[in-house]
T-cell receptor, first 115, second 113 residues
């Protein structure tokens, strides 16, 4: 058990809909990273938050957004969903904000299926 | 830009045989390198990491990896494969500024009895 929790575990929805994925980091970790794992794109970084502030952005679509709340949990919002958004979405947490040798600990993921 | 390349999307070995999973990196600064394992329907678990201390890094479950700067490689090995090692393995390099991970395409390891 990594100590990172993600809900829901599975999500099935229709094209055009909006969903919210939730992540709670390990106790004491200030950074949350979101990754997408899909068959065609592999594992890719989406966005990082550190202590409530956006720190880095990767290949995140404009239809996607995220935020980190004062209690440090994070939500990834996906809107106007398309079939191609079907993927496994992971969050990971890390103690610091960057430039460290700390380890990222991954949650179990949310599997999103868009029909 | 930093990147990693994993050679071989599938590797098959017999139980008890040597496991060798290849990873080459590209980085303009001394890299921090990682190997993660993903079992079916599970998240990513850290096997080991290199952060410029010792070049031979020992991880969990009997795995180890050797950092070779001259070859820009960070191959993962295990002397004797076990059926429970069947999984997908990802090599990753960490971006120094943000610690975001840049992953390779993964290698699926099959272990035959």
């Amino acid at each position: 058990d990594s100590g990172v929790t993600q809900t829901p575990k599975h999500l099935i929805t229709a094209t055009g809909q909006r969903v919210t994925l939730r992540c709670s980091p390990r106790s004491g970790d200030l950074s949350v990273y979101w990754y997408q794992q899909s068959l065609d794109q592999g594992l890719q970084f989406l966005i990082q938050y550190y202590n409530g502030e956006e720190r880095a952005k990767g290949n995140i679509l404009e239809r996607f957004s995220a935020q980190q709340f004062p209690d440090l949990h994070s939500e990834l919002n996906l809107s106007s969903l398309e079939l191609g958004d079907s993927a496994l979405y992971f969050c990971a947490s890390l103690r610091g904000g960057g430039g460290s040798t700390d380890t990222q600990y991954f949650g179990p993921g949310t599997r999103l299926t868009v029909l | 830009a930093q990147s990693v390349t994993q050679l071989g999307s599938h590797v098959s070995v017999s139980e008890g045989a040597l496991v060798l999973l290849r990873c080459n990196y590209s980085s303009s600064v001394p890299p921090y390198l990682f190997w993660y394992v993903q079992y079916p329907n599970q998240g990513l678990q850290l096997l080991l990491k290199y952060t410029s201390a010792a070049t031979l890094v020992k991880g969990i479950n009997g795995f180890e990896a050797e950092f070779k700067k001259s070859e820009t490689s960070f191959h993962l090995t295990k002397p004797s494969a076990h059926m429970s090692d069947a999984a997908e393995y990802f090599c990753a390099v960490s971006d120094r500024g943000t610690d975001k991970l840049i992953f390779g395409t993964g290698t699926r390891l099959q272990v035959f009895p």
